[in-house]
């Protein structure tokens, strides 16, 4: 509000009056350092009551060096899906649903959502299916339908105060698919008029890993490694897999536990993914290509694609046939 900016101007103003002697007297008596020029010890006082008048707003920025300078909680998700073996264009349904909450602050996990979901256009798993991710044609019979879960999930979140009660938060998964596919499609199978907008945003935490674990020098640094998938980034860390393999709680715990080793060597973990509208999307690569320092990512520029069409594979569209499409931060 105007009045508090209006107080931290009037603080501003009586610093400002006070002779150098005042002002390293102050900085003293609140433990601060003393050391400097004037207006270095003015900067130094300034900024102090500033930030003390903030943090009683509630609106005091996170420390640079600190792993919940982003997000207080990291939303580890992997879904589990009906698929046929090598049937790339296939309608997915979701048929289990697991996220694992993990605390910045406390660096582990503190709470999971677990859940089957009843497939409605692929009632019957197949073989292929089941055998991949341990999901049983009982399981799934016994479940109840993707609307009636997510409003599960949905209040689950409610409980942990992530939605209306200020606490900020990402969702975290090992690659786009789980989001810009699987979800996308699951959202149109159940006749939802669009994505949920915070279902929009994401950590490919995958991406993330290469681009900081990678760098010879970063704390946790182990060397090259194939990290195409989890269980090279867990090899990387010296880690095992634990539990079973595309199993979706397994997979999220997995996950989560490379997030929290990179929360611990100090990474920046921040939503570098995102689903876009179509049109806007085609609007804001047409204003790009235009720019006169363009280079275009190998192979090529991806081209808005219909259904039919082959899909791309440049690194700065990955196109799904849906409304949205994934756009790389």
């Excluded at 997915?92 to 406390?106: A, G, R, S």
């Amino acid at each position: 509000p105007a009045k508090d900016f209006e107080k931290i101007a009037k603080i501003n103003a009586t610093i400002n009056r006070m002779t150098v002697g005042q002002v390293r007297e102050e900085l003293s008596t609140l433990r601060l350092d003393t050391r400097g020029n004037k207006a270095t010890l003015v900067k130094r006082l300034k900024s102090y009551y500033k930030r003390r008048r903030l943090e009683a707003l509630n609106r005091a920025p996170k420390k640079k060096n600190t792993p919940d300078r982003y997000y207080d909680y990291l939303l580890v998700l992997d879904f589990e899906c009906t698929c046929e073996d090598n049937v790339y264009e296939y309608n997915h349904e979701i048929i289990e649903f697991p996220v694992v909450l993990v605390c910045t602050k406390q660096m582990r996990i503190v709470d999971e959502f677990h859940a089957y979901v009843k497939p409605q256009m692929h009632a019957q798993l197949s073989d292929f299916c089941s055998r991949l991710t341990g999901i049983s044609q009982a399981q799934v019979d016994a479940a109840r339908p993707f609307p009636a879960v997510f409003d599960d999930f949905r209040a689950w979140m409610c409980q942990r105060n992530l939605i209306d009660g200020g606490c900020r938060f990402a969702f975290v998964t090992d690659g786009p698919w789980d989001l810009a596919k699987f979800f996308q499609m699951q959202c149109y199978h159940s006749g939802y008029d669009t994505v949920p907008h915070d279902f929009r945003y994401w950590v490919n935490v995958r991406r993330t890993f290469t681009n900081q674990m990678g760098k010879p020098g970063q704390q946790g640094h182990k060397g090259p490694h194939d990290w195409k998938n989890l269980a090279g980034m867990l090899t990387a860390l010296g880690m095992k897999f634990e539990g079973r393999e595309h199993s979706g709680i397994d997979d999220a715990r997995n996950i989560a536990r490379i997030v929290i080793y990179m929360l611990q060597h100090g990474c920046d973990l921040r939503v570098n993914e995102r689903l876009m509208r179509r049109d806007v999307a085609e609007k804001k690569l047409e204003e790009r290509r235009n720019r006169s320092n363009y280079k275009p990512y190998p192979p090529r520029d991806a081209t808005l694609l219909s259904g039919t069409e082959p899909r791309s594979k440049s690194p700065e569209v990955y196109h799904f046939f849906h409304s949205f499409r994934i756009v790389f931060s």
